[in-house]
């Protein structure tokens, strides 16, 4: 499985970005997929997992309300619309493939595959 990431970029407090993250190879779709990020100085955090029918979805406390997670089957992308951003949602997001939205609850330790991170800043 291969994940390539892209969308990152500065904004300011209150403003949007749209994270996609295209998946390809043999098996991509028997894994779950999702975003982790990880702040200067933090440890590596969840934000949103989805399974490829959309029906099952996963947010952190932090972001619920605020972040949309969503799939394009025809076009293998995931999908991760962020609203209403706040400075400390600034860091590096990473796409993730998991074989259980379990996996992507904690600190990512049993993920199998991961994109290349995408930065996203937001300013004060």
């Known amino acids: 499985v291969q994940l390539q990431a892209s969308g990152g970029g500065l904004v300011q407090a209150g403003g949007s970005l749209r994270l996609s993250c295209a998946a390809s190879?043999?098996?991509?779709?028997?894994?779950?997929m999702g975003w982790f990020r990880q702040a200067p100085g933090k440890e590596r955090e969840s934000v949103s997992a989805?399974?490829?029918?959309?029906?099952?979805?996963y947010y952190a406390d932090s972001v619920k309300g605020r972040f949309t997670i969503s799939t394009d089957n025809a076009r293998d992308t995931v999908y991760l619309q962020m609203n209403g951003l706040k400075p400390e949602d600034t860091a590096v997001y990473y796409c993730?493939?998991?074989?259980?939205?379990?996996?992507?609850?904690?600190?990512?330790?049993?993920?199998?595959?991961w994109g290349p991170g995408t930065q996203v800043t937001v300013s004060s």
């Open positions: 993730a493939a998991g074989r259980s939205m379990d996996y992507f609850r904690g600190s990512g330790y049993f993920i199998r595959y």
């Open positions: 190879g043999r098996t991509f779709s028997n894994y779950d």
């Open positions: 989805i399974n490829w029918s959309g029906g099952n979805t």
